[in-house]
């Protein structure tokens, strides 16, 4: 689908994020050192690689003797973006649904999309059908910009050989915060721009925004963003 948002922000989804021990579990040291432009806590990410959903297994790190936690169900439909969800009320039903002892720590996050100009693929399209909500909420909180082709990070996924690295976080890091995320959309569409030649297998890049609505182990549909 080819489509024209120029710097116009589309809602795209919805999604339940992994935070805390098992967030963090795909992250050993030497992974950190190849893919990341600073030192985070925990990377965000619109990239399931990155930034593990609560509906996906996850994949320890190598050398990891701990059992990793089982992903919640869901059901086989979610919405033509998957794995995110068009309808944010489905979403938070089917968390509250699940046995109490085996819901993580997550965050409920809405995923925006931003990208210059035509032939469109971010997200698995992204395809622009309206979500429920079709906007984004004011009071969400914006936890950064990443940069994707819809499914691999061009930010915290492609990995730099070292002189390029240090070259890259020369320019970059000042601009990321403490989620390895950029603080402003026109350094991420710059970014978008830099990755479309540095990663060309995976060009065109987009931006995503990420906005945090709810925090929680048991989640209400009517929470909002701490």
């Known amino acids: 689908m080819n489509v024209d948002l120029g710097h116009h922000e589309a809602l795209v989804g919805f999604d339940a994020r992994r935070v805390g021990e098992w967030g963090a579990a795909l992250w050993d040291s030497e992974r950190r050192r190849s ?37 919640l169900p ?59 909500p079709a906007a984004r909420d004011p009071a969400w909180e914006l936890l950064g910009y990443d940069v994707t082709d ?33 603080r402003q959309v026109d350094d991420a569409l710059a970014f978008a721009q830099s990755s479309n030649a540095r990663v060309p297998e995976h060009a065109p890049f987009g931006v995503a925004g990420l906005w945090c609505v709810s925090r929680s182990h048991a989640m209400n549909r009517t929470e909002h963003a701490e």
């Not at 959903?53 to 059992?67: D, I, L």
């Not at 489905?90 to 032939?119: G, M």
Request: hydrophobic share 40%; net charge negative; proline share 13%.
């Open 35 to 71: 893919f990341l432009l600073v030192e985070v806590a925990q990377p965000l990410s619109a990239d399931l690689r990155v930034w593990p959903s609560v509906f996906e297994p996850v994949v320890p790190a190598p050398g990891s003797r701990t059992t990793p936690p089982q992903p």
């Open 74 to 132: 869901r059901p086989e439909w979610i919405g033509p973006n998957a794995p995110l969800w068009e309808n944010l009320e489905k979403l938070t039903d089917c968390i509250a649904a699940a046995d109490s002892s085996a819901r993580p720590p997550l965050w409920i996050i809405a995923v925006t999309w931003r990208e210059f100009a035509s032939t469109a693929r971010g997200l698995g399209g992204p395809y622009l059908e309206p979500p429920s």
């Open 150 to 182: 819809g499914s691999i990070s061009g930010l915290s996924n492609c990995g730099y050989e070292t002189v390029e690295l240090n070259r890259a976080r020369a320019q970059w890091a000042p601009k990321l915060n403490e989620h390895h995320l950029f």
